[in-house]
């Protein structure tokens, strides 16, 4: 059974990506008690499946590093991976949380030495990689997962294989008999901080990427891109193994379209123009990148990183939105529309088309449980409504890394404000 | 005609004026409607480009374009709209005002069809199917219609049979009981039509 010792001068953190990190050890840092709610096995959010951070351009191991540290050194900070809150009930200075806890059937004595990995044959889709490649059914989440343990994944449970991949490990860490379990969090205050997801392109029915094995996300360039991914950091196309040397970007796939997503999704643009450099990185000269767009939004300082992505003559940019996708012989996908400087038709073929899914919340305000006022896409307001739950990072809004932290610390501090009441009143 | 107070901003008159013109400020030129529309590499002012050239103040040009009247209607324009601009009433809006204004396109197929249906809808109240085909056949003339109605013909033997089409309504064809409460119904409907659109 997990033991939780929390109280009314405790902090709840739901959501370890960057923001939630970022939330809950400032607030530890400042003295208070935090627990800190995950979903996935390990810490770090989608920050953790890029490849490299805009603006700078470095690989976001090492921001990411220095936060795993921070909260592995702070004995106020209590992780529980693998888990959800189901519910809230309660006031500002008051509130219990219910939380659900999947099984991972592996304990605090791993070593991460992967000797259970060897040992199983059973292989589940990669979701640190969107899906585009397999691990075996015991596995570390990603190479620098928070905390570094394995996880059985619950399709072997109940077969020999999982008594196989018990006996492989000499450390007693394999615990086939660990169960769903709900535990009660007291708190005096919540950051809510689960992020975003990207909107799903399926749905985006001209385009075609349910239908064009060359039309991918945003999010799955991030993966291709990144030598630890699944191709080994080499861009090459899903269809055939080609490498995709002339690749097109469609800005606003999702967002800014009464048919899909409102808002404009705010990072898109930047992630886009950034993505054109792993292009550039990838194949020098050879590298081609045509971004078709509505219009840039490079806000504030990154207007320079735009210019300069802007003198690159290896990439184009396409004032249009592009109507369809159709696909060649060759299984090039071909961009349809017509282009807004001068109304000219196109129809180009492209070797890998990269959509700029736009970012909805993972928790739709909708489904957190609890009474919160949202804006018309589900992200949190600022409400006085919200009693003592503060939106952080991307479930209050779509942001930038440097944002997300900026809006995280500002809902620590208003929580950290709610337990300072609560201490006074209870002496 | 005062018009004239108009000339100065043509997205003001369109706004009050034309139907759901008021929606003509929302396109955002992304050219999706453009580059979705199935006629569109076949005329010359996709409504894409049409907005531009409302904003821009182009009346003349926006009238007399031959574009309006191609539309179809098939609606792939207002499905795909990011902003869910009422692109195919818009255009349709545009057409009535430049009929209305004097600037269609003369000898327009469309507006042609268009104008023969009304008349003979309006006649009787009721669509007279035989009328309506001669009509349309003959409009380029004599022999030209012998052709076009030898080249349908199968077409109204199937649309007699199904009871569609009769050949005795050339003597006159049916219509509504009271013609004249039809007539003035029509007539008050434009008065109010053209009052509030200000149309002369
Ligand atoms: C293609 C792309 C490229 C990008 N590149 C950059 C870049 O180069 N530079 C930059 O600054 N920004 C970039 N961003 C934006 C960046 O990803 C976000 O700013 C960042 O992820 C925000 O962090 P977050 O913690 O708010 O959300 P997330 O990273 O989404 O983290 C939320 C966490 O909450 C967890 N969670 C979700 N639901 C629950 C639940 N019910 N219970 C418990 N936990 C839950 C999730 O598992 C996750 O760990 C990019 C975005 C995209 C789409
Ligand atoms: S569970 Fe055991 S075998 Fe697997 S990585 Fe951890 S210590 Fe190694
Ligand atoms: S950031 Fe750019 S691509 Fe993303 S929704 Fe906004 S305009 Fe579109
Ligand atoms: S699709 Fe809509 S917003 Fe885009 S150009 Fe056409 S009318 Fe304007
Ligand atoms: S409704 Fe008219 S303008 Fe719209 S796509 Fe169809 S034909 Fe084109």
Redesign the pocket.
Known sequence: MTEVVATNQTILVVGGGISGMTAALEAAECGKEVVLIEKNPALGGRVSQLYRYFPKLCHPTCGLEINQRRVKQNKRIRVLTMAEVTGITGAPGDYTASVKIAPRYVNENCTACGDCGDAAETTVDDAFNYNMGKVKAAYLPSRMAYPQRYVVDPVVIGTPEADKIKAACKYDAVDLSMQEETVQVKAGAVVWATGWKPYDANKIQPYGYDRFANVITSVEFERLSDPHGPTGGKILRPSDGKEARNVAFIQCAGSRDENHLRHCSRICCMASLKQTNYVREAFGDEGKSTIYYIDIRAIDRFEDFYQKVQADPNVKFIKS?VARILEDKEGNPVLHGVDTEGYHRYATPYDLVVLAVGMEPSVSAANIPAEIVSDSSGFIEQDQANGAIFGAGCAANPLDVNRAVQSATASALRAIQVINRVARAEG | MSIEKYTRSFLKEVEERVEEGHWVK?????????G?CPLGPHWEHT??KI?MMIRAGKREEVLSSDSMWMCTSCYQ?IV????K?P?THIMHGLAYLAKREGLAPKNQPTAQFGQLFWDNLTKTGRVNELKLSLGMYFKDGFSQGIKNAMAMQSVGLGMMKAKRLSPMEIMGGHGVKDKSGFQAMLKKARELEDSRRKLA
Do not use: D, E, N, T
């Open positions: 939105k | 929302m396109c955002m030129q992304c050219g999706v409607c453009a979705s409504p894409q907005f324009c795909r709209c990011p902003r601009l692109i």
